[in-house]
T-cell receptor, first 111, second 113 residues
Framework: QKEVEQNSGPLSVPEGAIASLNCTYS??????FFWYRQYSGKSPELIMS????GDKEDGRFTAQLNKASQYVSLLIRDSQPSDSATYLC???????????FGTGTQLKVEL | SAVISQKPSRDICQRGTSLTIQCQVD?????MFWYRQQPGQSLTLIAT?????????ESGFVIDKFPISRPNLTFSTLTVSNMSPEDSSIYLC??????????FGPGTRLTVL
């Protein structure tokens, strides 16, 4: 089992819809979780971090964490074409600050 | 968040040569990391650059191939040695801000012919 798993997509949603991106992880001891956005040809940009079970909202983005089920998700409300990118889930592993990344989910927001 | 720069932004190199990539951050940071992102793939950690001591390499990466320097708390270099076409990737440095949040530099796109 991979340490961090994501569906590679592409996930296509119409403009204005809610995009739901999911990530599962294997290390039950993980305490922090990160979502990065990566536009084609660019470096990853941190958009959300979450540490506690439940929801964390930041503008149009909501991160959801369920430690018992070992999954973390990212919801993007009112999706815009500018949200089209690859979304990477990252989890610290090995007990330190090293991040393990999922393979990323490509999101396409269509007009 | 920290402002991170990398040089060069891209390069095309001949096989058998070496390239040194620089990473500069605008504030002192405790930890710096080097990642590789191969075409169409996610990020893989190469090593943690430790200030004042040898870098800590991940499984599959060795110092002879990827020597790293970290002379101070704002600067690090990664050298890709004796390059082959399989080394064609984007190389990214990141810094640790706070206790667990990493921010990435703009990356160096390397093509080896």
């Amino acid at each position: 089992q991979k340490e961090v798993e994501q569906n590679s997509g592409p996930l296509s949603v119409p403009e204005g819809a809610i995009a739901s991106l999911n990530c599962t992880y294997s290390d039950r001891g993980s305490q922090s979780f990160f979502w990065y956005r990566q536009y084609s040809g660019k470096s990853p940009e941190l958009i959300m971090s979450i540490y506690s079970n439940g929801d964390k909202e930041d503008g149009r983005f909501t991160a959801q964490l369920n430690k018992a089920s070992q999954y973390v998700s990212l919801l993007i409300r009112d999706s815009q074409p500018s949200d089209s990118a690859t979304y990477l889930c990252a989890v610290p592993t090995g007990g330190g600050n090293k991040l393990t990344f999922g393979t990323g989910t490509q999101l396409k927001v269509e007009l | 968040s920290a402002v991170i720069s990398q040089k060069p932004s891209r390069d095309i190199c001949q096989r058998g040569t070496s390239l040194t990539i620089q990473c500069q951050v605008d504030s002192q940071v405790t930890m710096m990391f080097w990642y590789r992102q191969q075409p169409g793939q996610s990020l893989t950690l190469i090593a943690t650059a430790n200030q004042g001591s040898e870098a800590t390499y991940e499984s599959g990466f060795v110092i002879d191939k990827f020597p790293i320097s970290r002379p101070n708390l704002t600067f690090s270099t990664l050298t890709v040695s004796n390059m082959s076409p399989e080394d064609s990737s984007i190389y990214l440095c990141s810094v640790l801000a706070g206790t667990d949040t990493q921010y990435f530099g703009p990356g160096t796109r390397l093509t080896v012919l």
